[in-house]
């Protein structure tokens, strides 16, 4: 399961946010997930109440914004909506999508004290 080392990248960010902004408690944690990287919201929110036990995020409230991934065709050139990594191109039928938009998972905000 990524989820939890995925999970530790993000407590990582929180220290070093709190290191850099000087706060002692995070409330929330706003976190987009791209529909493409393969990050199962449930799995992130178990992962993530493990990893913040005994931290400066401890019992946060996790919220996941999912955003919807997108591609382009190195064929014709199209930019496609994409619901996964990989796929035919609904203009010409070519598989030479590429993502271009939804393949990250990234701290979006912090509600801190
Ligand atoms: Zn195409």
């Known amino acids: 399961m990524h989820e939890m080392s995925l999970a530790e990248s993000v ?7 709190a ?17 493409l990287a393969a990050v199962e919201p449930d799995a992130m929110r178990f992962c993530f109440d493990a990893v913040m036990r005994g931290t400066l995020a401890e019992g946060a409230e996790l919220q996941i914004v999912e955003t919807p991934g997108a591609g382009r065709c ?9 619901q996964e ?19 990250r998972m990234r701290v979006q905000d912090l509600l801190v004290e």
């Not at 407590?11 to 946010?17: R, V, Y």
């Not at 609904?90 to 938009?101: E, K, R």
């Open 11 to 17: 407590l990582e960010i929180i220290e070093d946010s």
């Open 19 to 35: 290191r850099a902004q000087d706060f002692r408690r995070v409330r929330r944690v706003v976190l987009e997930i791209g529909e």
């Open 74 to 82: 190195g064929q014709c050139g199209a930019t496609v909506a994409m």
């Open 85 to 103: 990594r990989y796929g035919l191109c609904p203009d010409c039928g070519s598989a030479a999508l590429q993502v271009t938009v939804g393949e």
